[in-house]
Nanobody
Framework: QVQLAESGGGLVQAGGSLRLSCAAS????????MGWFRQAPGKEREFVAA????????YYADPVKGRFSISRDNVKNTVYLQMNSLKPEDTAVYYC??????????????????WGQGTQVTVSS
């Protein structure tokens, strides 16, 4: 099992920045790929970014490429999402996930993921 706790959400104007954090406990964090998803009102949860256990392989969804950056600190058991040049369409609840696959790679096997409770990000125009 793994427990995930997101923080750092809030209200920001378009063009602004936020950094989300996700603190993990309960499972060896450094052996798990991690990622971020988001869910806007009335929409399905969608992939945002993912990072493998070593931080060497990273994926981004097209809408956030060049604006968002995912990173991790395996000493602090924390994964981050730096969000720059925010747009109103980035408004959503952002969820952190942990991939339990023992390879430490990003598998995309969403049904097996552990999830945090989410943090609200609101971008005003």
């Amino acid at each position: 099992q793994v427990q995930l706790a997101e923080s750092g959400g809030g209200l920001v104007q378009a063009g602004g920045s936020l950094r989300l954090s996700c603190a993990a406990s309960g499972r060896t964090f450094s052996s798990s790929a991690m990622g971020w998803f988001r869910q806007a009102p009335g929409k399905e949860r969608e992939f945002v970014a993912a990072i493998d256990k070593s931080g060497t392989t990273i994926y981004y969804a097209d809408p956030v490429k060049g604006r968002f950056s995912i990173s991790r600190d395996n000493v602090k058991n924390t994964v981050y999402l730096q969000m720059n040049s925010l747009k109103p369409e980035d408004t959503a609840v952002y969820y952190c996930n942990a991939d339990p696959d023992p390879s430490g790679k990003v598998t995309g096997n969403i049904a097996s993921y552990y999830w945090g409770q989410g943090t609200q990000v609101t971008v005003s125009s």
